[in-house]
Nanobody
């Protein structure tokens, strides 16, 4: 049973930083795409960043390139999302997700992953 538990959300002023964490368990570590997604009120869920657990390639939505960094610590079974230079448009519920797929599929950032965490809320005020 794959389990994903997010933490690290909160409220921050524009220009600030936050780091989200996702504690993972129950999957074969080398064969999954791991991703961060977000959903703002009244909007569809969108992909933010993804990484393949068997390598180091990372993928980002255009809206967060240069500001967000996805990273993983295999020893700790933890996925991170380092968010810098936050803007009010980043306000959303952020979800960690995992799905067994080939590495090239991580680039798609579609919210069709198999396993999902419960989400952590990020609020950015102007």
């Amino acid at each position: 049973q794959v389990q994903l538990v997010e933490s690290g959300g909160g409220s921050v002023q524009a220009g600030g930083s936050l780091t989200l964490s996702c504690q993972t368990s129950g999957y074969a570590a080398s064969t999954f795409c791991m991703g961060w997604f977000r959903q703002a009120p009244g909007k569809e869920r969108e992909g933010v960043a993804a990484i393949y657990t068997g390598g180091d390639n990372t993928y980002y939505a255009d809206s967060v390139k240069g500001r967000f960094t996805i990273a993983k610590d295999n020893a700790k079974n933890t996925l991170y999302l380092h968010m810098n230079t936050l803007i009010p448009e980043d306000t959303a519920m952020y979800y960690c997700a995992a799905s067994p797929r080939k590495s090239y599929a991580c680039a798609y950032l579609r919210p069709d992953y198999v396993y999902w965490g419960q989400g952590t809320r990020v609020t950015v005020s102007s």
